[in-house]
């Protein structure tokens, strides 16, 4: 097949528009006619950074994003930023104590060992990380979170398996999260990839006060990010690998509130960490190191920023109304896939409960005739033989997934619909 027969649903890498792709190929043999291509310019030139600066003001742009967030690009993936989240925040959470320890036992004139002393204490009874768990992906950031620090740093405020049976599937309701009180971060994640959860919206019991204060929230959005609208100035930290709704694989980017930049995070020192047994950073994992240097401090993929820098464009050129256009192009697509399901529950069973679908990634069972996984085998089949595919569900939990990101057009989501309307009638 050519990529025209085929739309892939995938769940990531996903597809990224042919027209972009083309212009990425002549870019990669000569860039604007330098007679070098893209990977081959140095990070370093003048080139390199309007490349970064230019995508950071269009996604800044096209997700809304205030002026006091930094935008930063990494290589640690969704997975290094489960680690970078907690070395940040529990470095700028040590930095609020020492400032504040400080400051009660007599300010520059304090005895250090005095100061040491009372933090320690205070990181042994107050330091908590708050996990919000539903689903696979949120599930490792916490087990991550525990391997970094220790189990008794980390609380499990919510875990959907418990009122599922469990499986994950449901989010359990807000009244019910155990949120520890000046928690160093509540991490959740907004779109679970294995499980097809997604949050319907931000969740009102982390908002901020009126007076500005509030929980400081983590989320990890790579497989919904440019799908629909972002309260972002509820956050402190979001993240996403480029991989699915943004470009390829390679490049990873954080929106991070400027207030827990310099000099929060610098603070407290590698020494006084050690001093209190908490782990340091790499330094490629440091946000502000990474923020002062305009995403630069080491070797950056320009190639992968090109292109989330040319999706970008391609979306702000597409949606007058920016994100908001994508949103109801996202929401259309899943309400058309999800309503063929629905059409024939005898055949098909929608695995998340309907409160929590994921509007990017569709997650059933085909039913039909009992054996399950003789039955998805055949719909795997036929739909790949009608150019359908990538339709298949995570290795851990079996079944069918139709990953629904920015690049399938509303015509793959009808193909999609077609089928397994047809597939349930014969
Ligand atoms: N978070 C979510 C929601 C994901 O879907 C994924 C990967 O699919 C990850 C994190 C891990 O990302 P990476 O493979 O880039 O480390």
């Not at 060992?113 to 599930?139: C, F, H, M, N, P």
Request: with cysteine.
């Amino acid at each position: 097949p050519t990529r025209a027969d085929i739309t892939y649903f995938g769940a990531g890498p996903a597809a990224l528009p042919t027209d972009v792709l083309e212009t990425a190929a002549q870019a990669l043999l000569d860039f604007k006619g330098t007679g070098l291509g893209i990977a081959e310019h140095s990070h370093r030139s003048e080139l390199a950074t309007n490349i970064i600066n230019e995508a950071k003001a269009d996604l800044a742009s096209y997700l809304d994003i205030p002026a006091d967030y930094e935008v930063i690009f990494m290589q640690a993936g969704g997975t290094g930023e489960f680690a970078a989240s907690v070395y940040n925040l529990v470095g700028a959470w040590v930095a609020r104590q020492h400032a504040a320890i400080v400051a009660e036992l007599g300010g520059a004139s304090a005895d250090e060992a005095a100061v040491v002393a009372a933090l320690r204490e205070r990181v042994q009874k107050d330091l908590k990380l708050d996990y919000i768990v539903t689903g696979g992906w949120s599930l490792k950031a916490y087990q991550e979170a525990v391997r970094l620090l220790g189990p008794e740093y980390v609380n499990l405020a919510a875990d959907a398996r418990t009122i599922n049976d469990g499986k994950f599937g449901k989010i359990p309701d807000q009244s019910t999260w155990k949120l520890s009180k000046d928690a160093a971060l509540v991490y959740y994640c907004d779109n679970e990839t294995v499980d097809g959860v997604e949050f319907p919206e931000f969740p009102s019991v982390l908002a901020p006060r009126p007076d500005g204060t509030g929980p400081i929230v983590v989320a990890d959005m790579s497989s919904n990010i440019l799908s629909r609208r972002v309260p972002v100035s509820n956050y402190s930290l979001l993240f996403f690998g480029a991989q699915k709704n943004l470009g390829c694989t390679g490049v990873t980017v954080a929106v991070i509130k400027k207030s827990l930049l310099p000099p929060t995070t610098v603070q407290p020192s590698p020494a006084l960490m050690r001093k209190l047994a908490l782990p340091i950073p790499p330094i490629m994992l440091q946000y502000e190191i990474i923020a002062k240097n305009n995403s630069l401090y080491n070797t950056l993929s320009i190639f992968d920023v090109y292109i989330a820098g040319q999706v970008l464009k391609k979306l702000l050129s597409t949606y007058a109304d920016k994100v908001a256009g994508q949103e109801a192009v996202s929401q259309k697509k899943s309400d058309i896939i999800y309503a063929a399901l629905e059409a024939h529950p005898d055949v098909y069973r929608i695995v998340p409960d309907k409160t929590v679908r994921s509007r990017m990634n569709i997650c059933f069972r085909v039913t039909k005739n009992g054996n399950v996984d003789e039955t998805e085998k055949v719909f795997l089949k036929e739909s790949t033989s009608q150019g359908l595919t990538g339709l298949k569900g995570h290795r851990s939990v079996g079944g069918i997934r139709a990953s629904n990101y920015n690049s399938i057009p509303l015509e793959g989501a009808q193909k999609l619909a077609q089928f397994i309307e047809a597939f349930a009638k014969a």
